[in-house]
């Protein structure tokens, strides 16, 4: 199991969304601890970070699984986040 660190950035992102988009990106945040790469998760280019698409919204994290740790840095709309 995956421990997930959600940065102080998209804290805000997360509480500044629609209501019930809130509630749904946290629980999609929340299964990334069992499953860091699910099948709807695309690697970005050029790095080692991940995208996961939430409706119009973009989860952008960061897997280190030589710790186990999942860092979650932006929650964006996806015409907003460049890499979505």
Not at 10 to 39: E, G, M
Not at 62 to 69: G, L
């Amino acid at each position: 199991m995956y421990k997930v660190r959600i940065l102080r950035r998209a804290v805000k992102d997360i509480a500044s969304l629609p209501k019930n988009y809130s509630r749904l990106v946290s629980q999609h945040i929340d299964d990334l601890q069992d499953d860091p790469c699910p099948p709807c998760t695309k690697k970005l280019r050029g790095s080692t970070d991940y995208r996961l698409r939430v409706g119009t919204y973009c989860i952008l994290y960061d897997v280190n699984d030589k710790s186990q740790t999942i860092t979650v840095y932006r929650v964006k709309h996806r015409r907003e986040a460049y890499h979505c």
